[in-house]
């Protein structure tokens, strides 16, 4: 199950802005949009389906149902001409996806702990998994020369289909048994969840975990179309960042299935805050390594970044949906997962995606009318026909007197970079000063 959870989301996740700004050259504004749909979704879904699923359905067959939908949706995909119809046809798929994040832990924890075992432990060796899965995705995509074609949106429907019918074998995850009958308006309507932000720590908790989702949005939205787009560089047309862009960002998934592992040592010996403190250090140093690295000389910058990554993700989101369960019970097991990704992949995922799609096309994003002005600023040659043949691939027509059918559009990714550092270097010091967290130290 999380082999394919992640299978299905990584083999067009990191790979869909090739899609977007090279094979049909949609602008930023409207890809910042289309990646807010995460966001959306999860507003609403994973909370909503988590209340189903402790009230009135086996999580399993909600879990199922959800990743039939969501591969039907991928299927139609391809067939869409238009920015705006892409929004709404990604925006249903989010809708049946984003749910099955958290139906996926609540599945795990409930065979878990009706095995006796310990959460801790036992649960990162699982979800290890799924990173597997979600590198799998990344390197089929790119070595089959998919990472730019509707194939990747075939490959994960095809993938959410299998992994649809199979969660019908998973073990089984009824609604808890309550009486009705003592029950108040909230816990009839299966928002007792909500209750969690009476809870000073566990409201914090949720407000950091929004603000760190939307960082988390920022690299999966512009990490890869960031190293194509040193394809633009005639310096840089050779280097293995160019040809396997999607590998070398798959490092991150590769670091993160060690820094999973190291989580029970983490939790167990430092606990929540300090974990959550060296995720949101390890964010600046990831988009700090970005703004300095290049496929040359800066490469072991870049590939240092990947390697952060693992630390960056998983000691935010796995040690916080650790927390969340652990700081919960099992009534509101589905319910309580839910709402920590409404916060993270909901509220998160549209503050990081739409304000940054708005800032980096407003404020970090450098129009050039020919193509001398595109030479000076790549410290090339103007006559240099390399720069002119990685123009006309981009789809740009050249005149004879060297200006362009229309501007050509790069990012300035060094200060996009330093920009989000800059983000997650607040976050991490107002954390520190704001939550409060008593861990009692584990040894064995």
Known sequence: MSFFQFFVWGAWLITIANYWFGTKQWDGTQFGAVFATMGIASLFMPTLLGVIADRWVNAEKLYSLMHLLYGATLFYLPEVTDPQTFFYVMLLAMCFYMPTLALSNSISYTALTNGQYDLVKAFPPIRVWGTVGFIAAMWLVNLTGNKATAYQFYIAGAASFGLGLFALSLPKCPPRNINRQSQSLIQTLGLEAFRLFNNYKMALFFVFSMFLGGALQLTNAYGDVF??????????????????????????????????????????????????????????????????????????????????????????????????????????????????????????????????????DEYFTIAFPNIASLAGYLQTDVDNGSLRHLIQERGISIFRDGSFSSDILLKDWHHIWLAFAGYTLVIAILFALFFKHKHDRVTN
């Open 227 to 360: 190293l194509d787009e040193f394809k633009f560089y005639p310096k840089y047309i050779d280097s293995i960042v160019i040809q396997r862009s999607t590998i070398i960002m798959s490092i991150s998934q590769i670091s993160e299935t060690l820094f999973i592992l190291a989580i029970p040592f983490f939790l167990k010996r430092f606990g929540i805050k300090k974990v959550m403190l060296l995720s949101m250090l390890a964010w600046v140093l990831r988009f700090g390594l970005f703004a300095y690295g290049d496929p040359t000389t800066g490469l072991w910058m870049i590939i240092l970044s990947c390697i952060v990554y693992g630390m960056a993700f998983d000691f935010f989101n796995i040690s916080g949906s650790l927390f969340v369960e652990t700081s919960t019970n099992s009534h509101i097991r589905s319910s309580a997962q839910g709402l920590f990704m409404m916060m993270t992949n909901g509220f998160g995922a549209v503050l990081g995606s739409l304000l940054s799609g708005w800032v980096i």
